[in-house]
């Protein structure tokens, strides 16, 4: 079986607000906030569950999120010990007979920011989402990433670096997809950490 590698991306220090996230919406052993995270997402789908046989078998980590869609598969896995999480990683690529230089580069599909959400918006977007509420009159950020995993570095950078509200994240699919809000001035700064993080991986392109 021919398996591609789509995303493949190290996350140093799980924020709190993506962490509790994962802790709400996975099905697997949920993180906790500061554990190194790493996603791998591949195609096809169905071979991540052989991803996830090489990732326990290498090393100490905890898988969060597997997910198997008719294209796509996704894995997560963490720990405190980012060694560890480091050594899962290198484990997948050598059983796939890659390296990280051949994950494919992101690309950003969406790109924007609403700006003072009316408060219909703010009901319509909070009915569908399973993180923090958006309020009326509040900025709000949308991503899209193409392949589906890098959403949760952006994510995660972008908590890192701005006072802002996770509202929904969805690292799996055609698209990553990203909905944070917060004050213009953080969401802002928000939206360009998330960017600088993405446009920073190298890879191959798509």
Do not use: C
Request: charged content about 20%; glycine content about 8%.
């Amino acid at each position: 079986m021919s398996i591609s590698l789509r995303t493949f991306i190290f996350l140093d220090s799980l924020q709190p607000q993506l962490a509790s996230f994962m802790g709400k919406t996975a099905k697997g052993f949920l993180p906790l906030p500061e554990m190194a995270s790493l996603f791998v997402e591949i195609a096809p789908g169905i071979a991540i569950n052989r991803v996830t046989d090489v990732a326990l078998k290498a090393t100490d980590v905890a898988p969060a999120i597997q997910i198997v869609e008719r294209a796509f598969g996704l894995l997560e896995v963490h720990a405190h010990d980012k060694g560890a999480v480091r050594q899962a990683g290198q484990a997948i690529l050598n059983d796939l007979g890659t390296d990280e230089g051949k994950r494919v580069k992101p690309k950003i599909a969406t790109n924007q920011i609403i700006r003072s959400v009316e408060a219909y918006q703010a009901q319509i977007i909070n009915r569908n989402s399973s993180g923090m509420m958006i309020l009326p009159g509040e900025s709000l950020f949308i991503l899209e990433t193409a392949p589906a995993g890098y959403i949760s570095f952006a994510a995660n950078e972008a908590e890192k670096a701005a006072r802002v509200k996770l509202v929904e994240v969805r690292p799996f699919g055609a698209f990553g997809r990203l909905w944070m809000s917060g004050s213009e001035s953080e969401i802002d700064s928000a939206a360009a950490a998330a960017l600088s993080a993405l446009e920073s991986i190298e890879g191959v392109a798509s």
